[in-house]
């Protein structure tokens, strides 16, 4: 029932999170609603900017009709006016300007400025999205139904970009490493479930600070083109190896190994005890052979055969140390299982001087 409720919640945030991002690549740096924004938090302006909704009439009181083609110098010449501005709901015309907003006062708010305190309310009562520029604190606020996010300027958000991709170039390091370990011990039938839970760990780490690169670049827009370049490098086959894993620890199991991974939380995803609990129902240490999926794909094996091989033989070890009668069986000639021994012996080479496989 726990891990039930874990789940829907996880749900919920990641349904949040996409929105949000949906949302961010609207107001993101090179549009030119961002453009107006800045420009009237330059100027040392205010302003209060809602996007229509249908039943928005309801919280609105006075102010007068626009109606015009919506342009960055428009938008910043009403801000100068102290009423609420309607856009459209594409955001292409400013339909009205000087308009006060009057929300149910019923509805729950942190903020403490009227300005903000009508935006949270117009964005949970009408469903929509509502902009408060804030002249006094110099900044952008973003209220999107319950989600509230405070827009930074490109060069801030750049040097977390930055600093968070930093952060990312030495988990990849450590997952590298853990990977290299993880083909030696595989051939010499040595892995134990904390092997594979400290590579299964590290490929969540990384994929979860992905994210948060990914939420900064949709933030920095055209601004974000090197940041991109560098994350698509540092993650670039990262899930592959992590679903041959998987399927070659978990089998049939393996997308529920794998939902369990996304659910966790950064924190809990920290220690590996918890990571052995969750997927192999266990704390203690003990070893564990695989099928041999991943390292058998990075030969020149035809995916047949290599599910030929793992059918008959079950696991990597028995594999690597089949007879040539039990290979013939498979291959049907004998100059094919000699090419696979080849095959084999060149793989465990590179494997064994840790050369990148």
Not at 21 to 46: C, M, Q, W
Not at 108 to 117: D, F
Not at 130 to 136: L, W, Y
Request: proline share 1%; with cysteine; charged share 30%.
């Amino acid at each position: 029932m726990k891990e039930k409720t874990n789940a829907v919640n996880v749900k919920k945030s990641e349904e949040r999170e996409l929105e949000l991002v949906d949302v961010l690549k609207i107001f993101a740096p090179g549009t030119s609603v961002r453009l107006a924004l800045d420009d009237i938090l330059r100027a040392g302006l205010g302003a209060l900017i809602v996007i229509d909704k249908s039943n928005l009439s309801d919280i609105i009181e006075g102010g007068f009709k626009i109606n015009c083609r919506f342009s960055p110098q428009k938008l910043v010449e009403l801000a100068k006016m102290d009423g609420a501005i309607i856009l459209s709901n594409d955001m292409k015309k400013i339909i009205y300007a000087n308009v006060h907003l009057v929300p149910d006062i019923g509805i729950p708010t942190k903020e403490t400025g009227t300005r903000h305190k009508a935006a949270e309310r117009t964005a949970k009562q009408i469903g929509t999205i509502v902009i408060a520029v804030s002249e006094r604190k110099n900044k952008i606020t973003l209220y999107c139904r319950n989600i509230k996010y405070e827009l930074g300027e490109s060069s801030e958000i750049l040097r977390r970009a930055a600093e968070t991709l930093q952060v990312l170039e030495k988990q990849k390091e450590i997952f590298n490493e853990l990977l290299s370990s993880l083909n030696i011990l595989e051939v010499n039938n040595l892995v134990t479930t904390s092997d594979v839970c400290s590579v299964l760990q590290r490929a969540e780490m990384i994929n979860q600070i992905s994210a948060m690169v990914k939420r900064y670049l949709v933030e920095l827009g055209k601004e974000g083109i090197v940041v991109s370049m560098r994350l698509k490098e540092l993650t670039r086959n990262l899930n592959k190896e992590k679903e041959l894993i998987l399927k070659d620890y978990f089998g049939s199991k393996s997308s529920r190994a794998d939902n369990i991974l996304k659910n966790m939380n950064f924190d809990f995803l920290l220690e590996t005890q918890n990571i052995s609990r969750m997927l192999f129902d266990e704390l203690h240490d003990r070893n564990i052979s695989p099928r041999g999926i991943r390292l058998l794909s990075k030969t020149n094996l035809l995916e047949k055969d290599i599910k030929s091989l793992i059918n008959t033989f079950k696991n990597l070890d028995a594999i690597l140390n089949a007879d040539d009668e039990s290979l013939l069986k498979i291959f049907k000639k004998k100059e094919y299982v000699e090419s696979f021994k080849k095959e084999i012996g060149n793989l465990k080479e590179k494997i064994m001087i840790g050369k990148k496989i």
